[in-house]
């Protein structure tokens, strides 16, 4: 345990020289942290420079466990950023910063390396879905995110199954009234019949309707 706090320690000091030296010339950042736009885009920055930084690392004991003790602490700093900033766009950040990979990339990096904290937690669920109906966040990518969780579960290793039909895939045709309330539910519209594949019998971990 001590050995993983080391190494985070390292990781975090990383990632905030790493996020000077991306947002250096953008502002006055990197000589005095002042203002309210450079204070969030650095804190972006932090929670980013963390997340790609623990994955880029070489290998050492117990890395798995350390990347998922970050993804969870990372999650929880972006909701607590989103509800008390509101969501990373350019009328926040202005025009300078959000062009910036770290900031532009940090909420949709951090949410997707948790998938089943808005799968299985109705209140970040609704967060999000809140920034999707207020044009913050695009519905395709939520459901990409979404998808996420069911691509990875999947019982189907060689063909695997999604519910929302997104990058990772098309849904199953056995879902297919259940996939489409869900799609309309985030703002996305119901799939015609060629947007499903036909999975057989196969046995789908799937709801039946999105709770």
């Known amino acids: 345990m001590k050995y993983q706090y080391a ?44 997340d790609q930084g623990v994955r880029l690392s070489e290998g050492f004991p117990d890395k798995m466990k350390l990347i998922q003790s970050i993804d969870t602490f990372n999650f929880n700093r972006v909701t607590d950023f989103v509800r008390k900033n509101g969501f990373p766009t350019e009328k926040l950040l202005g025009s300078k910063y959000i062009k910036v990979e770290c900031v532009q990339s940090c909420v949709y990096s951090v949410l997707l390396h948790n998938p089943h904290r808005l799968v299985n937690e109705k209140e970040h669920f609704d967060l ?7 044009g913050n966040l695009e519905a395709n990518f939520f459901a990409t995110i979404l998808d996420k969780y069911y691509w990875t579960k999947s019982t189907n290793k060689e063909n ?52």
């Open 7 to 50: 190494v985070l320690s390292v990781l975090i000091l990383i990632s905030i020289f790493g996020c000077k030296a991306r947002l250096k010339g953008t502002d006055s950042l990197t000589d005095n942290l002042i203002g309210r736009k450079d204070s969030l885009a650095f804190e972006l920055c932090q929670i980013f420079g963390s």
């Open 128 to 134: 999000f879905l809140n920034e999707v109906k207020k």
């Open 160 to 211: 695997r199954r999604v519910f929302y039909g997104s990058q990772f895939g098309k849904p199953c045709i056995q879902t297919k009234e259940a996939t489409n309330k869900a799609r309309v539910e985030i703002g996305l519209k119901p799939l015609a019949d060629d947007g499903f594949v036909d999975c057989g019998g196969e046995k789908l971990d799937m709801p039946k309707e999105r709770k």
